[in-house]
């Protein structure tokens, strides 16, 4: 009785994998099923295809979590060599009450493997406490069961770009993921 069954598309890299063996480790990002689907056709199709070709109908990796890839250099490696690192960033946008002037960062999707109370809410607090990000006078977190909503409140002195570049570079709003394509 096999204990595990043949799929007809590539399920590692819909589902993604990550882990570590005996001399050999792997970390596979999760892709889109149809892209994936549309990449396998054009490579029955065309098996001289290029990267650039197949970049077309596959774009990048899927992460669940949303968040931005930033370029596609990393993707490009990853395909072409098996290991490449890809940047995400936290899809953010900037609020201004109208009442106090006040601006507020909203943040609505994280990286990949981020922990949204440990990093992103208590580690910001602790950056803020340890004077390595100025200018954000409270962090609350509205998120419920239709999504993610942390926010990030802006002293009246500072300005809401200079914050948010400050948390893109010490906290977890920005971060890498090594791709290791090894099956």
């Excluded at 990267?51 to 596959?58: A, D, K, P, R």
């Excluded at 507020?104 to 406490?129: M, R, S």
Aim: proline share 5%; net charge neutral.
């Amino acid at each position: 009785e096999p204990t595990v069954l043949p799929a007809r598309f590539p399920n590692i890299l819909v589902n993604g994998g990550g882990g570590i063996a005996v001399g050999m480790a792997t970390n596979i990002p999760t892709h889109n099923l149809g892209e994936v689907i549309d990449a396998v056709l054009m490579m029955m199709d065309r098996p001289a295809s290029t990267t650039e070709e197949l970049m077309q109908v596959l774009p990048g990796p899927d992460f669940p979590t949303a968040a931005t890839i930033l370029g596609r250099g990393g993707i490009r490696q990853a395909y072409e060599t098996g290991r490449g690192r890809v940047v995400l960033r936290a899809k953010c946008h900037i609020e201004e009450d109208p009442k106090s002037g006040r601006e507020t960062i909203i943040v609505t999707e994280i990286p990949f493997q981020v922990n949204k109370a440990v990093q992103l809410y208590k580690g910001v607090a602790d950056l803020v406490n340890d004077k390595r990000i100025e200018g954000i006078s409270d962090v609350n977190d509205y998120s419920d069961r239709k999504g993610i909503r942390l926010a990030y409140d802006v002293k009246r002195e500072a300005m809401g770009t200079v914050v948010l570049n400050q948390l893109y570079k010490y906290s977890s709003l920005q971060t890498s993921f090594s791709v290791n394509n090894i099956a």
